[in-house]
């Protein structure tokens, strides 16, 4: 599995744990089909990026228009945002690597301009 599959996994799992509220875990393990060995990278886009979600958020929400809101923001949109600040931060993938995949996901899964936005958040790292 390559690392843009592993991303379109991450952002299923963490999309569950945001509109669900489905524990982490749990949504990771039926996300992969079972799967009992997760992949570092995957392991670090969804666990591992549990315990920083709550700054991120305040970053994220910093970078905002005054007018705006990180709970504002749909809920695809928070998850990509999410995920890239962890693969940025964390991971140390470099940042037009992240700024690419975060805009080909927002693309793929989210608002026509939704893009532009993460976009614009992103590039302030």
Known sequence: MNRHEQRVIALETIYQNLLLKKDIRKALFECTHG????????YSL???LMDKKNAYRKDIESRLRD???FDRLSLLEQ???L???QEFYVIQTPKA???DEAIN???AYCDDSSYKL???ILDQL
């Open 97 to 99: 690597v992240v700024i």
């Open 105 to 107: 996901l927002a693309k």
């Open 35 to 42: 799967q009992n060995e997760i992949d570092p990278f995957l």
């Open 83 to 85: 995920m890239a600040y």
């Open 79 to 81: 998850t990509i945002l």
């Open 67 to 69: 007018d705006w809101s």
């Open 118 to 120: 993460i976009n614009g």
């Open 46 to 48: 969804t666990i591992d």
